[in-house]
């Protein structure tokens, strides 16, 4: 059942959210977090579908908060879904017009459930710095994506500049089946790995995070080149006594692993939807401290190379 609340108010919204627990019978608060999405409308349905997905591993409450015409009069259009509807928690989806698309955090605050954890998502281009977001405050986890800015590279060099604990990205959760698989690897002693090779399309960043993740935690230097894509397709380790190990995934599907004196193996390696790295991004309320010193030292590392940030 979904409750249409057409030009309402926070506290019409609490009590008509307090109606339905009652009717149902607990509603938001077994959940184990609030997810506040923040979006237009032309984003929300892909975001509050994946929101949906990745709730039945976390359930969660989710706030979408949609900025609509801002020359507007101020007023809030809620839609309010019940338990089963959006998934295994309720979902508001929030239409904000006018002045308080800027103001979404005092619409916001009064419907955060107390003691739930609080993430804030930016499907489409984020903020430069999410935890200075008036929205962004309110979280105890910030999740951007830079795949969806104009300049992906640089938005994301832009945004680790104002790096706080808390902040990811999901083009750094996108890298966690290659970063698996590269390390896997390894399992079987070849000696030390002497050099890296990451291949990826033009202006993707998850490439470029790859390659400083490989840098740092190798100590060798790694060399990106480009490929028509979709998004990485190869990595290559150069190793001291096995020669080189290489995974090529060119249909953004399969991946075809090579090592020398073996017969290649076939990998599943599917590009990740957004629901996937959301759900990964859940299942941690602390900092990322990977992330954090990979994206520190990929920003670094451009930025001494001359990429325009």
Do not use: F
């Not at 032309?42 to 359930?59: F, I, K, L, N």
């Not at 800015?149 to 945004?159: E, K, Q, T, Y």
């Not at 990595?235 to 006594?241: F, H, I, Q, V, Y």
């Amino acid at each position: 059942m979904t409750l249409y609340l057409p030009r309402t108010t926070t506290a019409q919204i609490t009590e008509a959210l307090a109606n339905e627990r009652r009717s149902v019978g607990g509603g938001a608060m077994n959940m184990v977090l609030t997810l506040v999405i923040v979006t237009d409308e032309a984003d929300h349905y892909d975001a509050v579908r994946a929101a949906t997905e990745s709730g039945h591993e976390h359930p969660s409450r989710v706030l979408a908060l949609i900025r609509r015409d801002r020359d507007a009069e101020p007023a809030i259009d809620a839609e309010i879904r019940r338990p089963g509807t959006a998934g295994p928690g309720e979902a508001l989806l929030l239409r904000l017009y006018g002045p308080l698309g800027d103001h979404a955090d005092s619409v916001v605050t009064p419907l955060l459930v107390p003691d739930a954890p609080v993430v804030v998502w930016w499907p489409g281009e984020g903020p430069a710095d999410p935890a200075s977001d008036p929205v962004g405050r309110l979280a105890h986890r910030r999740i951007t994506d830079a795949l969806r800015a104009a300049d992906p590279v640089g938005d994301l060099i832009g945004r680790i500049a104002h790096y706080s604990p808390g902040d990811t990205d999901l083009t750094w959760t996108r890298l966690t089946p290659w970063r698996s698989l590269l390390a896997s690897t390894m399992d079987q002693p070849c000696g030390w790995v002497t050099a890296a090779e990451v291949t990826a399309e033009p202006h993707y960043p998850s490439a470029d995070l790859l390659v400083a993740w490989l840098s740092q935690r190798l100590n060798v230097p790694v060399t990106r080149k480009e490929s028509h894509g979709p998004g990485i397709t190869g990595a290559k380790l150069s190793t001291e006594d096995c020669g080189d190990i290489e995974i090529r995934r060119l249909d953004g599907r399969v991946a075809t692993l090579s090592r020398p004196n073996q017969p290649d193996q076939t990998v599943a390696l599917p590009r990740r939807r957004a629901a996937e790295a959301l759900a990964e991004e859940l299942r941690r309320l602390d900092a990322d401290e990977v992330y954090e010193s990979t994206a520190k030292h990929m920003a670094e590392t451009l930025g001494r190379s001359g990429v325009n940030a």
